[in-house]
């Protein structure tokens, strides 16, 4: 597998990093734990915070520990950070009902069970601040002029309403977050948006001030289409991912209208198919580039709403429009019905439950017990031999413990030699 700031490079995630040299040492010598902001102005996230939230499912699939950091806090204030004008001050009653809906969305994505994600809220902390030793303890170690310098606050400050007080201590409230999580968590990595860079270097600093420790700071590009939108806008408004703003339906045919020019960077992003097999469709053009596009609309969909409601969604596409036959051979580790001439998969599927697979079963055993070799023995002969693959990668040994952490969207493709394919999907 490859090394996760390699891996987070290859696929666009990483405009800016700190300590490049160190990080990588930092997350390649143990489990570490990463956290990411995300501002709660509405019930819902969209698209636009799909690069975060993908980020944190990166981390965590190489075993690191995402913290969701929902600004219950700081959103009682709002984020100066690429706005021209003042945000809207929110109750604390309805920041609470957006945090229940964002924690839900964020766990189709993440999995939060047993402490492997932490969800939290920057409130508990922030609300309970005294203003005093907050000067005395915090606020002593910031500079005015440095601050001031910052994109963020540079930006509202040449702007006609100009910079308010209240917003101007935003930048000492996130470096705090970091330090608390720091302490408390042994958090020594935070991601954000381009926007962020200088939110993050502030709480580096602070660690380093008041811990005499190096803490670590990622920054991910914005995304725009090649059109030059905004990620996550059209013409209608933002594409959310709750299913009550905007239908599965709706969200799998904002994937299908993806700009050509933007397939392979999109399937990179918003999905966990393996680089191999997206270098491989690099360069397509007409049916089969729509063949992409319609396992880029059914991966995406999958993610946010789960496979049945992808299925749905492509099967209501296919009815009006037409099916897009999608070969076995394009983007093979997707589970997307591989439909032959409108007629039903042709991947022979065999369901597991959450409780058959524990804690893994290696993987000649699964290769049995699918059928793709008639004994234990058959598949370890078919292993050994380089012939046996899951997901579009080859399995490097027999007894490689297939777990819940190797399934994308609920189903797991395996691969018997060059065309003896068979689908196992994960139940409750």
């Given at each position: 597998?490859?090394k996760?700031?390699?891996?987070?490079?290859?696929?666009?995630?990483?405009?800016?990093?700190?300590?490049?040299a160190e990080?990588?040492?930092?997350?390649?010598?143990?489990?570490?734990t990463?956290?990411?902001?995300?501002?709660?102005?509405?019930?819902?996230?969209?698209?636009?915070?799909?690069v975060?939230?993908?980020?944190?499912?990166?981390?965590?699939?190489?075993?690191?520990?995402p913290?969701?950091l929902?600004?219950?806090?700081?959103?009682?204030?709002?984020?100066?950070s690429?706005?021209?004008?003042?945000?809207q001050?929110?109750?604390?009653?309805?920041?609470?009902?957006?945090?229940?809906?964002?924690?839900?969305?964020?766990s189709?994505?993440?999995?939060?069970s047993?402490?492997?994600?932490?969800?939290?809220?920057n409130?508990?902390?922030?609300?309970?601040?005294?203003?005093?030793p907050?000067?005395?303890?915090?606020?002593?170690?910031f500079?005015?002029?440095?601050?001031?310098?910052?994109?963020?606050?540079?930006?509202r400050?040449?702007?006609?309403?100009?910079?308010?007080?209240?917003?101007?201590?935003?930048?000492?409230?996130?470096?705090y977050?970091?330090?608390?999580?720091?302490?408390?968590?042994?958090?020594?990595?935070?991601m954000?948006?381009?926007?962020q860079?200088?939110?993050?270097?502030?709480?580096?600093?602070?660690?380093?001030?008041?811990?005499?420790?190096?803490?670590?700071g990622?920054?991910?590009?914005?995304?725009?289409?090649?059109?030059?939108?905004?990620?996550?806008?059209?013409?209608?408004g933002?594409?959310?991912?709750?299913?009550?703003r905007?239908?599965?339906?709706?969200?799998?045919q904002?994937?299908?209208?993806?700009?050509?020019?933007?397939?392979?960077?999109?399937?990179?992003?918003?999905?966990?198919?393996?680089?191999?097999?997206?270098?491989?469709?690099e360069?397509?053009?007409?049916?089969?580039?729509?063949?992409?596009?319609?396992v880029?609309a059914?991966?995406?969909?999958?993610?946010?709403?789960g496979?049945?409601?992808?299925?749905?969604?492509?099967?209501?596409?296919?009815?009006?429009?037409?099916?897009?036959?999608?070969?076995?051979?394009?983007?093979?580790?997707?589970?997307?019905?591989?439909?032959?001439?409108?007629?039903?998969?042709?991947?022979?599927?065999?369901?597991?439950s959450?409780?058959?697979?524990?804690?893994?079963?290696?993987?000649?055993?699964?290769?049995?017990?699918?059928?793709?070799a008639?004994?234990?023995?058959?598949a370890?002969r078919?292993?050994?031999?380089?012939?046996?693959y899951?997901?579009?990668?080859?399995?490097?040994?027999?007894?490689y413990?297939?777990?819940?952490?190797?399934?994308?969207?609920?189903?797991?493709?395996?691969?018997?030699?060059?065309?003896?394919?068979?689908?196992?999907?994960?139940?409750?």
């Open positions: 597998m490859a996760i700031v390699d891996a987070l490079k290859e696929r666009g995630f990483i405009e800016q990093t700190t300590h490049d990080l990588h040492e930092y997350l390649e010598t143990g489990s570490r990463c956290y990411i902001g995300f501002d709660p102005t509405a019930s819902s996230l969209h698209v636009g915070s799909l975060p939230i993908m980020a944190l499912a990166h981390m965590q699939r190489h075993g690191h520990r913290i969701a929902v600004g219950g806090g700081t959103g009682l204030i709002g984020d100066p690429g706005k021209t004008e003042m945000r001050l929110l109750t604390p009653e309805s920041i609470n009902e957006n945090v229940i809906g964002i924690q839900r969305q964020l189709k994505f993440i999995d939060f047993n402490g492997k994600a932490l969800m939290l809220n409130a508990d902390w922030l609300t309970k601040l005294a203003y005093i907050l000067l005395r303890d915090i606020g002593r170690h500079s005015v002029n440095r601050m001031i310098k910052a994109e963020s606050y540079r930006m400050l040449e702007s006609e309403e100009g910079l308010s007080f209240i917003e101007f201590n935003y930048m000492i409230l996130q470096a977050d970091f330090m608390v999580l720091y302490d408390k968590y042994d958090c020594g990595l935070q954000g948006g381009s926007d860079w200088g939110n993050i270097l502030a709480g580096i600093e602070l660690i380093r001030r008041t811990h005499q420790k190096t803490a670590f990622i920054t991910f590009p914005l995304i725009t289409t090649s059109s030059g939108i905004k990620m996550g806008k059209t013409h209608q933002a594409v959310w991912l709750d299913s009550t905007t239908s599965p339906y709706d969200y799998y904002f994937w299908i209208n993806t700009d050509d020019r933007d397939v392979t960077r999109f399937l990179s992003l918003f999905t966990f198919l393996p680089m191999e097999e997206i270098r491989a469709v360069g397509l053009a007409g049916e089969e580039l729509n063949a992409v596009k319609t880029l059914f991966e995406t969909t999958a993610l946010a709403h496979t049945e409601a992808a299925v749905k969604a492509y099967n209501a596409a296919g009815s009006m429009f037409g099916f897009r036959v999608v070969p076995h051979d394009l983007l093979p580790s997707s589970a997307i019905p591989r439909k032959e001439k409108g007629g039903e998969d042709s991947v022979p599927c065999t369901t597991i959450e409780a058959e697979i524990g804690d893994g079963i290696p993987a000649f055993k699964i290769l049995h017990m699918t059928g793709l008639n004994s234990g023995g058959a370890r078919l292993i050994d031999q380089g012939g046996g899951i997901n579009g990668e080859r399995i490097q040994s027999p007894e413990m297939v777990t819940k952490d190797d399934f994308n969207a609920s189903n797991i493709l395996l691969r018997a030699g060059k065309k003896r394919y068979h689908r196992l999907m994960l139940t409750n």
